[in-house]
């Protein structure tokens, strides 16, 4: 049953980002900020860990996830250090991300050439 709750989860989220896409004159920029800022405010209200509880993948891989890590690594952070502390653990759920993100996309870059 986790399967078809993370398929259906994960396609809602898409619907509604396609949705927005299509319907203003949001970029995808926009609507990629607006989901990570959407999973940090369903994280601070304590809905986003059940939603990956009950999701699953589904919920775990999508960009409102790293919304979520932000906002969890940030209150280990000031649960740990104070007010500083934010600063200072904010990226270590996230870096895994960040680093894969950015060595898959040079490596994509070494086989396909932009097109004019």
């Known amino acids: 049953m986790i399967y078809?709750?993370?398929?259906?989860f994960s396609g809602f989220i898409c619907m509604i980002g396609q949705i927005i896409i299509d319907?203003?004159?949001?970029?995808?920029?926009?609507?990629?900020s607006l989901f990570t800022v959407l999973g940090a405010v369903l994280?601070?209200?304590?809905?986003y860990p059940w939603l990956i509880e009950e999701c699953g993948a589904g919920a775990?891989?999508?960009?409102?996830?790293?919304?979520?890590?932000?906002f969890s690594s940030g209150m280990v952070g000031y649960e740990e250090m104070g007010v500083?502390?934010?600063f200072t653990e904010l990226l270590c759920k996230s870096?895994?991300?960040?680093?894969?993100?950015?060595?898959?996309s040079f490596i994509v870059a070494l086989?396909?050439?932009p097109r004019d």
């Open 23 to 32: 319907n203003t004159k949001l970029t995808a920029g926009h609507v990629t």
């Open 4 to 8: 078809i709750y993370a398929f259906l």
């Open 60 to 70: 775990s891989i999508l960009i409102m996830n790293f919304g979520h890590m932000l």
């Open 43 to 47: 994280s601070c209200l304590g809905i």
């Open 111 to 113: 086989f396909f050439k």
């Open 95 to 104: 870096s895994l991300a960040i680093v894969a993100a950015v060595v898959f």
């Open 84 to 86: 500083l502390g934010i």
